[in-house]
DNA sequence: CCCCCCCC
């Protein structure tokens, strides 16, 4: 590659304010900072060939290039997108420059050398009619501007602030969440709110306040900024959900990565000069909407514990506020649960937690489109949480929501067949994976508790015969009913007789994985969740039109799903036997189970990439 | 300057 050649003297013009698309530069010196933080910053000497600068700062998004060595001495490169800033107080601080995008042209080892005898830019002379920013120039007010109260008396500075974000505005001038930093604080960015908490009040050993926090987010990234107290106040009616902001003039921070999931080294925190302007939905171009990746809630079942999920649903189902008080922590806590339904004839817990908990009404059955719900195993079922980075949305206006809607107005929701939260027992730890072969081979079920295990195995023969009862109609009772041939079926544990019944499922039927093969039972919920047909549609069948029970029954053969299966040794007369029943069923979500396969390719041949 | 997301 030839030696690119450096823009001579564009240091001194860019540090006086003016915008040199592309510059090419060299690289002279390159030092880490020591920040309080734990943040790696690196500062770059450059040099032009005549001026250099020793105040240039790398983005932290660019450190991998130092890490990669990228960056060594003599290096050239074109600074793609960069700014300048002041830092520290007005009049003594620095200008920096904080390069956001670059390319190397040249290697240092390829370049060998300093260019030319690049003195100090501020040697330079100023140009006689100095190009100003754009930001520092006042044009008129152009809208309303939400910015400093008015128990600020500093109306000429308020003034100034307004010119100086209308101006850059007016230029086009935002700048990507991205290249925030705690470096340079001549800012705006031009972000969507998608989503913002409630206020909430604290009280501890430092004092007392208020708060609401809210993330934002454009092309570039995300970052979440945290209103305190009089900005609590001032800017939370006027934040809203969806809405897309100018904001300028916030105080940037390193993030606590504990406590945030949004993927920025920093978080902001409103100041008494913050200052936010409705951006109107003409000038929104550009800045992304959230994006939902909405799983099937049937699909929930076969994810891993703890993972955070995108789903929507209709609320079929709202229970009532419930408070506790944790055990641990000796808090009291506010919790509602949901019961979201959707078309793969699927439900699941959704619980709400503190005022989002109360507030609620659900007695609409809206359309709830979840984004980052919190998956929680217990006891072998499947619920999802609101947490950290959890948010939730009514009646969302897109084709999905409109689709369901129409589902179940049209009586979609009337028989869901498998509910993912149902608890079958099996203990708070995930499902273990154990083959068929496995199970007895570790004499599975002969303990005083029932075992629980999971595994991907393929219908082979379902039992028609005896696949269903007749079983006393009152809810919380499925005990057999005797027909008295009168039109009455008596129920022994009601001790009482009924002109109904409701019929029940108990399938048995032969399934194999790659080990063995066994038979299992499959009670009311399983059944129906195997034969997609409810318990009725299958009794029906089976009593009045055998075509019909014959096709239910041969369209799942050979059908493959996650089983989770309870093993328990039972007794029959003196014989003991181990049974196997079938407490779920789920398609199979290949990412999942894949998963699960290189996980254990991996720990048979030590071979494999870490995690 | 918050920072808990819990329970069965």
């Known amino acids: 590659m030839p030696i690119a050649s450096l823009t001579t003297g564009v240091i ?189 009040t604290w009280s501890n050993a430092r004092g007392e306040g208020k708060l609401f926090s809210m993330d934002l987010m454009d092309e570039s990234g995300e970052i979440r900024a945290t209103a305190f107290k009089e900005q609590c106040d001032k800017f939370y009616d006027l934040i809203e959900v969806d809405n897309v902001y100018f904001f300028s003039k916030c105080q940037l921070k390193p993030a606590n990565k504990q406590f945030s999931q949004l993927k920025n080294d920093y978080e902001m925190t409103f100041t008494g000069e913050t200052m936010v302007q409705l951006c109107e939905d003409a000038e929104n171009e550009g800045i992304p909407e959230v994006k939902f990746d909405l799983v099937p809630i049937s699909q929930v079942a076969s994810m891993e514990d703890k993972a955070t999920v995108d789903t929507i649903g209709i609320c079929k189902d709202v229970g009532e506020l419930q408070t506790f008080t944790s055990r641990t922590t000796n808090k009291e806590f506010k919790k509602r649960d949901l019961t979201l339904v959707d078309m793969s004839n699927s439900a699941i817990t959704l619980t709400l937690w503190g005022d989002e908990a109360v507030n609620f009404d659900g007695h609409v059955q809206p359309v709830l489109m979840v984004k980052n719900g919190r998956i929680n195993e217990f006891n072998g079922g499947k619920s999802l949480s609101m947490g950290g980075g959890s948010r939730v949305k009514l009646n969302p206006d897109i084709p999905e929501a409109h689709k369901l809607r129409g589902w179940f107005d049209n009586g979609g929701g009337d028989n869901i067949s498998n509910s993912v939260s149902a608890r079958t ?90 080990t063995s093969n066994r038979w299992v039972t499959c009670f009311n919920e399983a059944g129906e969740q195997l034969l997609k047909h409810t318990a009725q549609e299958v009794g029906d069948a089976l009593e009045n039109d055998q075509a019909a029970a014959e096709k239910i029954f041969s369209d799942i053969n050979f059908s493959s799903f996650i089983f989770k299966l309870r093993c328990k040794n039972e007794m029959y007369g003196d014989m003991t036997r181990n049974k196997l029943n079938v407490q779920s069923l789920a398609p199979i979500n290949y990412k999942e189970y894949n998963k699960h396969l290189i996980k254990e390719l991996k720990e048979m041949t030590g071979i494999g990439p870490a995690n």
């Open 425 to 514: 027992g099996g203990g708070s730890f995930s499902t273990d994976w154990i083959t068929l072969k496995e199970a007895r081979m570790r004499n599975l079920g002969s303990g005083d508790k029932p075992d629980y295990f999971q595994c991907k195995a393929v219908v082979h023969i379902v039992k028609q015969e005896n696949s269903f009862y007749k079983a006393c109609p009152q809810s919380e009772c499925n005990k057999k009913v005797v027909d008295e041939g009168n039109g009455q079926y008596r129920c022994e544990r009601c001790n009482a007789a009924y002109p109904n019944f409701k019929y029940r499922l108990l399938v048995n039927m032969s399934i194999g994985d790659w």
């Open 12 to 200: 001194a013009r860019i540090m006086h304010g003016e915008d040199v698309a592309q510059p090419v530069l060299q690289v002279l010196g390159i030092k880490r900072i020591n920040t309080n933080s734990e943040q790696e910053r690196y500062r770059l000497l450059m040099s032009d060939g005549k001026y250099y600068n020793s105040y240039a700062m790398l983005a932290s998004q660019l450190n991998e290039m130092q890490q990669k060595g990228m960056l060594s001495e003599n290096t050239i490169v074109r600074l793609d997108k960069y700014m300048t800033s002041m830092v520290g107080k007005e009049g003594t601080g620095k200008r920096v420059l904080i390069v956001t995008e670059l390319t190397v042209l040249n290697s240092g080892d390829e370049v060998k050398s300093k260019i030319g005898e690049p003195v100090t830019y501020e040697n330079a002379a100023k140009p006689a009619a100095e190009a100003t920013p754009a930001a520092v120039s006042a044009p008129p007010k152009k809208e309303p501007m939400y910015n400093n109260n008015s128990s600020n008396n500093n109306n000429n500075n308020n003034d100034k602030m307004n010119g100086t974000m209308n101006s850059t505005l007016n230029a086009g001038l935002t700048h990507p969440i991205a290249s925030l930093s705690p470096y340079q604080n001549k800012w705006v960015i031009k972000a969507r709110v998608t989503a913002k908490t409630a206020i909430r």
